[in-house]
């Protein structure tokens, strides 16, 4: 939980927002000068708008009052009809110019906004992309997504509808202040005295509603997690029937949300009446003491006539000053929370000096690797082996040994604790991120798909493929056929998640999309499991001739599919315990073969008979 914060401290929260956004505000910097300078004119329109008034009271009126007053002597001479007709066309011209400034500097402001933002959310959402597993494993998809969306609406909506505002309230209060102390310091001096008394009540106002605002702001972003995850997982959720556990956590976060809301509406609207009190009494010093100068004669009717417009008129600012912090304080938050993103630099990154890899041979080295989760260690412990070019490595071992892990590090999803992982001689970090990744292609057990066309998906990401390339790889997958079955055949558009395809298709089109890619290098991770028997033939043959001489690294938990590897390692709690052909570790006659024989031996009809069940390597160790 943040410690409260006072207006004062959010001004170093803004400090490092615009510090960190300048290089996108820079690029706005013309427009946001000219809404500037129709800001300045506004003001000045503003500050103008009572001075018809008074110069009618003064001249037209009351020209009894012969006392010095500013700017009288420039009407001398004229006719009251001719003053009085002057005036009112002033008055007309003044408001008109107001208007013209003022939509100018909001349009130029909300438009340059508009684009500093989108700069901002593209910035983050690439950002965001690049950033490693390590952090994504950690981070709710929904918080994220929730800083994409709405922090970034929240920061733009606030430079239109607090800022800008704040700004030419500022401007105004400033300008009024330096206009009274030069008609009458006196009465200038009463009205600033409840100045300190005003700046302290909103001090004091602020911090509350900004710690209310930000608890809120954590909650909804918890709320969108949690609501985000439920979706994401619906099919679980409706299994295990956890719907109304899910409903009530949701409810009463919606509740306490509802409450901190209301809480910070109470805070606000005390905040501006208190305001309003403040002004009253202001007003009334001025008016008293205000009369008695005028009945002295040393300040004019129209002169007073000022003082008690500009003082409604300055403290309108200052009541909304205090509505305003509170929108700024909010956009802070959802600021800070933005830049915490960009400010994560992503654990694997490209080294300096890294250069794009050549097309790969596909040779692997291992070297003493060590890994480990987080705090964790011993995930992968001292692991050494070599891959020549084209031979085929099958990983198995039971869950959690460290297969996945292995593969993972392969691509630079994570980097080891130590040793080393070479690809034809160079060590993987000595090349680009893009370069290594473009040249290794997965097939997961589960593969993702996404909402588009059933081209699009095998050529994602992939410039200029062509649809004779994509046949190509289509019919390499055994998934030609299939597609042309489909009502648009390769433009059948999937739905999220690849959910009106089977599970065998969804596979066959994932190794069409590795096969376009014709990568050096293949990883299959699983990509059989839990398919049917004529599924697994079709995508098991498909797979056999993606990886063709490529260099292919299995991980399985269907030994059969194991057995016609070049080599064989078997995983146990992040250490290789055996490796070897499978004829060689047969002969061992140890895990791996004790293994092979209890998946070979007839199981009972509930069991799949091509893969190991959990309980078989309990039964094995
Ligand atoms: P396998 O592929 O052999 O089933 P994994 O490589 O997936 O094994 O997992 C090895 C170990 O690392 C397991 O103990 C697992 O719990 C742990 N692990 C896997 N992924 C993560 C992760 N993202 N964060 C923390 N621990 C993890």
Request: glycine share 6%; proline share 4%; aromatic share 6%.
């Amino acid at each position: 939980m943040p410690r409260p914060k006072s207006l004062k401290s959010t001004i170093p929260g803004i400090g490092r927002i615009l510090r960190h956004f300048m290089p996108q505000i820079a690029k706005e910097k013309h427009l946001l000068v000219l809404s500037l300078l129709a800001l300045v004119a506004e003001t000045a329109m503003r500050l103008l708008e009572p001075w018809p008034l008074k110069f009618i009271f003064d001249r037209v009126i009351l020209p009894g009052f012969n006392v010095h007053s500013l700017g009288i002597e420039a009407l001398e001479g004229w006719s009251p009809t001719a003053v009085l007709t002057l005036l009112a066309l002033s008055l007309v011209a003044i408001s008109a110019l107001r208007g013209a400034a003022a939509y100018g500097s909001t349009v130029g402001m909300a438009v340059a906004a508009t684009r500093i933002m989108a700069d901002i959310r593209g910035r983050l959402y690439s950002h965001i992309q690049r950033l490693s597993l390590s952090f994504h494993t950690k981070a709710k998809s929904g918080d994220l997504i929730t800083r994409v969306t709405y922090d970034i609406e929240r920061l733009r909506e606030v430079t239109v509808v607090a800022a800008l505002p704040l700004l030419t309230n500022t401007f105004t209060l400033v300008g009024m202040l330096v206009v009274m102390f030069v008609l009458n310091v006196e009465l200038a001096l009463i009205a600033v005295m409840v100045l300190p008394l005003f700046a302290l009540s909103t001090m004091k106002m602020s911090t509350k509603i900004q710690t209310v605002a930000r608890r809120q702001r954590k909650r909804e972003g918890a709320m969108a997690a949690s609501a985000a995850e439920a979706i994401a997982a619906i099919k679980v959720v409706q299994a295990l029937g956890l719907q109304d556990m899910l409903e009530n956590s949701f409810a009463s976060h919606n509740k306490k949300s509802l409450e901190e809301s209301a809480e910070a509406q109470k805070l606000r609207a005390g905040q501006e009446r208190l305001v309003e009190v403040l002004v009253a009494i202001a007003t009334s010093l001025v008016l008293w003491r205000g009369v008695q100068l005028t009945l002295q004669g040393s300040v004019t009717p129209g002169d007073l006539l000022v003082f008690i417009t500009y003082l409604k008129v300055a403290f309108k600012p200052m009541r909304q000053l205090a509505k305003y912090t509170g929108q700024i304080a909010k956009a802070t938050a959802s600021g800070e929370r933005v830049i915490d993103i960009l400010d994560t630099v992503p654990e694997v990154r490209n080294l300096r000096g890294a250069m794009d890899a050549l097309p790969f041979q596909g040779d692997i080295q291992f070297d003493r690797v060590s890994f480990g989760y987080g705090e964790e260690s011993g995930i992968l412990n001292n692991i050494s082996f070599a891959i020549k070019p084209g031979q085929r490595i099958a990983l198995v071992g039971p869950s959690g040994g460290g297969k996945s892990t292995l593969v993972s590090l392969l691509m630079r999803f994570y980097d080891p604790t130590a040793g080393s992982i070479r690809i034809d001689g160079n060590d993987i970090r000595a090349y680009t991120l893009d370069s290594l990744r473009n040249q290794i292609s997965i097939v997961l057990q589960e593969s993702v798909l996404f909402a588009t066309s059933v081209r699009d998906n095998i050529a994602y990401g992939l410039a200029g493929a062509t649809d004779e390339a994509i046949e190509v790889a289509a019919r390499l997958a055994n998934a030609h056929d299939f597609i042309m079955a489909l009502p648009q055949g390769y433009d059948t558009v999937l739905s999220e998640r690849g959910n009106t395809l089977s599970g065998g298709q969804r596979q066959r089109i994932a190794i069409a999309r590795a096969a376009i890619r014709n990568a050096p290098i293949i990883i299959l991770d699983e990509p059989t499991t839990g398919l049917d028997n004529e599924s697994d033939r079709l995508v098991s043959d498909a797979l056999e001739r993606l990886t063709q001489n490529k260099t292919t690294l299995l991980i399985s938990h269907d030994l059969r599919s194991a057995e016609t590897a070049d080599e064989i390692f078997y995983l146990e709690q992040g250490s290789i315990l055996e490796r070897g052909s499978h004829s060689a570790l047969m002969q061992r006659n140890d895990k791996y073969a004790r293994l092979y024989s209890l998946q070979s031996s007839p199981q009972p009809a509930s069991e799949s008979s091509s893969s190991v069940s959990p309980s078989a390597y309990a039964l094995i160790s």
